[in-house]
Nanobody, 123 residues
Framework: QVQLVESGGGLVQPGGSLRLSCAASGRTFSGFAMAWFRQAPGKERAFVATITASGGTTYYADPVKGRFTISRDNAKNMVYLQMNSLKPEDTAVYYC????????????????WGQGTQVTVSS
């Protein structure tokens, strides 16, 4: 089992920045690929970014490329999502997820999920 707890969400103005954090506990964190997903009201959960277990490779959804950065610190069992140049369409609940093996972009491939943190981008 892996327990995931997100934090760092909040209200920010368009063009602003936020950094989301995901704290992991339980099984060996460094063996898991990690990802961030988001879900806006009335929409399906959507892939945002993923990072390999070693942290050596990352992959982003097109809407966030160049604005968001995923990173991890295996010594601290943490994953981060730095979000810059935020837009109103980034408003959603953001979820941290973990899976064994390779990364993936489909939510059904992930085994463990956090409870989510709300991000609202509005003036």
């Amino acid at each position: 089992q892996v327990q995931l707890v997100e934090s760092g969400g909040g209200l920010v103005q368009p063009g602003g920045s936020l950094r989301l954090s995901c704290a992991a506990s339980g099984r060996t964190f460094s063996g898991f690929a990690m990802a961030w997903f988001r879900q806006a009201p009335g929409k399906e959960r959507a892939f945002v970014a993923t990072i390999t277990a070693s942290g050596g490779t990352t992959y982003y959804a097109d809407p966030v490329k160049g604005r968001f950065t995923i990173s991890r610190d295996n010594a601290k069992n943490m994953v981060y999502l730095q979000m810059n140049s935020l837009k109103p369409e980034d408003t959603a609940v953001y979820y941290c997820a973990a899976k064994g093996g390779n990364t993936a972009t489909m939510p059904q491939m992930y085994d463990y999920w956090g409870q989510g943190t709300q991000v609202t981008v509005s003036s």
